[in-house]
């Protein structure tokens, strides 16, 4: 069978699936359909609706979309086997029954932004890049029935650069993964529908990736500093990391602030011990005793902006003021008088 052949649904829902997508169809893959998401709504009152980037690609190259609210949905399965599809591709998407995925007499593969099974979940790039990990990559493997647990047909690594921010490791991946869609496909192709695969080797060694939500980007300032480091680059810039300003006169409210960039320093902080608000912190230093510094304290120095965390004083050099846009630190301080009457919780 030749590509143009093989009749394959796309999909998928974000930006991250249109480069897979855009790879097959400018490819001269035969895709005959693309499945994704209801237009979003949008707006003070939810009164505009918004197409979700993989459709917005679809319908400028003329192919058909299908978008189910439910896909067990019988009209929707109806749609679905009238394409006659030889292979399903998913990449980004949600999860599928199994009448879907096993439709096609080729099955079904993924692409996934991690190396399986590590990083299981709705956000592997985030949480590689908040846990510090130096590398990652993408996998295709066929959907069976528990999430991201399927037989692992081929991986693709790569590097995540110390300094790298989520949005330079989602484009590296996105075209790495659309690389590996399409090199999966010519797999299935000269196999006949046989490309090898191989079961997932579990461990009790392995992260989890589950969505992100606002709580979730909330900075600890407890923590060491490369931790918080790896936790504002691996939510830059979208959805962003935050804390409070917080006035030490505790009659001023907090303030919110997004905090998109840091840098390490390798300052410590009073020796490395500091006191905390929570109650059940102990002081680092050999002997146990509070140093008078706070987690969380601000100080300017050389205008440079400057956080107390457990172990070091962490630079942040981009943040975003509630009501304003995102600018230097540097700018920041020049309207930013007295930053040790402040916080960071």
């Not at 893959?29 to 003070?44: E, I, S």
């Not at 079904?108 to 130096?134: K, M, Q, S």
Request: one cysteine or more; glycine letters at 6%; proline letters at 7%.
């Amino acid at each position: 069978m030749e590509k143009k052949n093989l009749r394959i649904v796309f999909m998928g829902t974000p930006e991250f699936a249109v480069g897979s997508l855009q790879r097959l169809v400018e490819n001269g893959y035969n895709v005959v359909a693309v499945v994704t998401q209801p237009d979003k709504p949008v707006g003070r009152h939810g009164s505009v609706l918004r197409p979700s980037p993989v459709k917005e690609y679809a319908l400028a190259h003329g192919l058909p979309v299908l978008q189910p609210l439910k896909m067990k949905d019988e009209q929707f399965l109806e749609q679905l086997r009238s394409y006659n599809a030889d292979l399903q591709v998913v990449v980004a998407f949600r999860m599928l029954p199994e009448v879907v995925w096993a439709m096609p007499r080729f099955g079904t593969f993924n692409v996934h932004a991690a190396l399986l099974p590590d990083y299981r979940g709705a956000a592997p790039i985030n949480w590689a890049v908040i846990n510090g990990e130096t590398l990652t990559g993408v996998t295709t493997f066929f959907l069976d029935h528990d999430i991201d647990t399927g037989r692992i047909i081929a991986q693709r690594q790569f590097p995540i650069p110390d300094d790298a921010d989520v949005e330079y490791v989602y484009d590296g991946l996105m075209q790495l993964g659309a690389q590996l869609c399409t090199d999966t496909v010519d797999l299935v192709l000269s196999t006949d529908g046989n490309a090898p695969s191989q079961p997932q080797q579990d461990s009790d060694v392995h992260h989890a990736a589950p969505k992100i939500f606002k709580e979730t980007c909330a900075i600890d300032f407890s923590l060491p500093a490369k931790r918080i480091y790896d936790f504002v680059r691996g939510l830059s810039p979208v959805p962003g990391a935050w804390c409070l300003l917080t006035p030490r006169d505790a009659n001023a409210p907090a303030q919110v602030l997004k905090i998109y960039k840091t840098a390490k320093t390798g300052e410590s902080v009073a020796g490395g011990a500091l006191v905390s608000s929570a109650p059940d912190h102990k002081a680092a230093n050999t002997n146990d005793q509070p140093t008078g510094v706070e987690v969380g304290t601000l100080k300017a120095e050389n205008r440079r902006l400057l956080v107390a965390t457990v172990d070091e004083w962490l630079e942040i050099v981009e943040l975003q003021p509630a009501g304003k846009k995102r600018m230097a630190a540097r700018d920041y301080l020049n309207g930013f008088q007295h930053p040790e009457h402040f916080l960071l919780k």
